[in-house]
């Protein structure tokens, strides 16, 4: 999935396609969802420190 996203050399998304919106939640195991945020950030995207800690669904095993 990840092989999916371009990335882009200016480093700024919103530049690049202003019809692109922002990723605001990932939803998914916590180990999925860590693993999707250090692959967004090798294409990219966005640093891993940027992303809020992992938060709680009150779904067990989903963050």
Do not use: C
């Not at 092989?3 to 990723?23: H, L």
């Not at 990932?26 to 090798?42: F, M, N, R």
């Amino acid at each position: 999935m990840s092989q999916n996203f371009m990335p882009n050399q200016n480093n700024n998304p919103e530049e690049s396609n202003p019809k692109k919106q922002r990723i605001k939640y990932i939803k998914g195991s916590p180990e999925g969802v860590t693993k999707t945020i250090y692959s967004l950030h090798a294409l990219g995207y966005a640093k891993v420190s940027d992303w809020s800690p992992l938060q709680p669904t009150g779904i067990p095993g989903q963050v």
